[in-house]
């Protein structure tokens, strides 16, 4: 997610200075980037020319100092409240006066980041959907402390990167996981339930609606950890019974079973 978004800033003619926990990591980063652009040529959607121009927009860096003088942070770590929180301590101290400090969190209380600063007026959710440098949507959070002005420039930037802003309240899924993700913990469920195989689910969901994956594929992109932490969070803030996790969804995470990310989820990706 963090590289598309990165892609998607640098490609619409913005620098960028990301952040990578590892000079491993800042590699890979721009090595994601470069195969996507190496596609997106493939596919008739970007010039060869184009391509040099994109990567030399990018800074990749291992140290948070490196943030001093941007004007936009779009946070994209691990979903986990303790290290979000510390980011959003750190970034506070480090970013500019009026820098906007962003969080892409799917699941998580974007108040409680915008908590961990001293400028909670200037903290906004910025949702992307994966894949990013493809979907379109960009959901625009809200919470009870953020300023009109910061929302209407985020909008205005969602626009220039050619992403579809929409604008919702700080509630758990925000509009598309709080109607995507019952439907895909009731897939898993199905399956559990001996119902009907996966294939047979997804066939079912693509050729039955239009969709163009289905839940089976779609979770193994998203993540099986994400999408359990997704689900949690809308349990806990809904109580409907029926929003509990699938155990099957719960199991594979515990057995580390994440998706494409770790070759296994739903289905054993270790051969293609
Ligand atoms: N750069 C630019 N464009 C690219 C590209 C790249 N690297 N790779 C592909 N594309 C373009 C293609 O040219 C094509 O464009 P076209 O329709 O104008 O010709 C389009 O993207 C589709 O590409 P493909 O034909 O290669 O791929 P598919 O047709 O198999 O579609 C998909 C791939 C877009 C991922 C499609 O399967 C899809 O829409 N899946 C569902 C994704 C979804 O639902 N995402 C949301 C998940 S929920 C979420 O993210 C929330 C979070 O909180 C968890």
Known sequence: MAAGIVEVFAKSGLDVVYVGRSADKVEGVRATIEKSLDKAIQRGKLEEATKAEVLGRLTGTTSLDDLANVDLVVEAIAEDLRIKTTLFE?????????????????????????????????????????????????????????????????????????????????????????????????????????????????????????????????LDVVGNDVSLAIQRELYLEFREPGFAPAPLLEHLVTAGYLGRKTQRGFRDYSQR
């Open 90 to 218: 750190n970034l506070d101290e480090i970013c500019k006066p009026g820098a906007i400090p962003a969080t892409t969190t799917s699941s998580l209380p974007v108040i409680s980041l915008a908590k961990a600063t001293n400028r909670p007026q200037d903290v906004i959710g910025m949702h992307f959907f994966n894949p990013a440098p493809i979907m379109k949507l960009v959901e625009v959070v809200s919470t009870v402390a953020t300023a009109e002005d910061v929302a209407e420039t985020v909008r205005a930037l969602c626009d220039k990167v050619g992403k579809v802003a929409v604008s919702c309240g700080d509630r758990a899924g925000f509009i598309v996981n709080a109607l995507l993700f019952p439907y895909l913990n009731d897939a898993v469920k199905m399956l559990e339930a001996h119902y009907a195989t996966a294939d047979d689910i997804d066939t079912a969901m693509k050729q039955g609606c239009a969709l163009p994956m289905g839940p089976f594929e779609l």
